[in-house]
């Protein structure tokens, strides 16, 4: 996929299958993350954890979405070869960019789309030196990295309150979470 910096974003993902709108909103949530913080606060290491960095996490993040969209024109998820690029963890502007991007290349997902089979590479082995691919969907692989970014934008929650950085409500928090919590709140009457 392309990851040039165009910043247009005018587009709408509502007529588009659960799934997709789904990672839509995971990655609205990612936009709002990169207005937040300064730069400073993006790149800032953690020695306390692994020293990873709120921009670490959050590349990490879109090459998990890259490597679903990219399997459009590969034929296969290719967890494993991950670009990583240095650039998206330490530039919100241009991790903007790649998002905006990524919404877009996920406008182009039908429902016949996430029905697709397709082999996913992705290592489950310290000991196997080769792995067979496994057998998924796109759409199977989507929920994946929808549900792969809320854990990781969890951790990046962690990151931000110990430096004092306040986030939104509900940011990083699992939508069935959300459900369980909203369900065990008292009704204000």
Known sequence: ????P???SDFSLAAKPHAVRSAGTVLDQGEELLRLLTVEEYQRRHPHAFNASIGGHYRHCLDHFLSV?????TGFVDYDGRERNPRIETDPDFAL???RNLRRALQGFEDDDLQDSIPVRCSVSYEASEEAP???TLGRELAYA????IH?????????RQSGIPLPDGFGLAPSTAKYLAGRRPNPQ
């Open 6 to 8: 165009d910043l247009a």
């Open 97 to 99: 960019a790649v998002t």
């Open 146 to 149: 929808i549900t792969h970014a």
């Open 152 to 160: 990781h934008f969890a951790l990046v929650a962690f990151l931000a």
């Open 1 to 4: 996929m392309n990851v040039s």
């Open 69 to 73: 969209v990219n399997a459009r024109d």
């Open 134 to 136: 496994l057998a998924s």
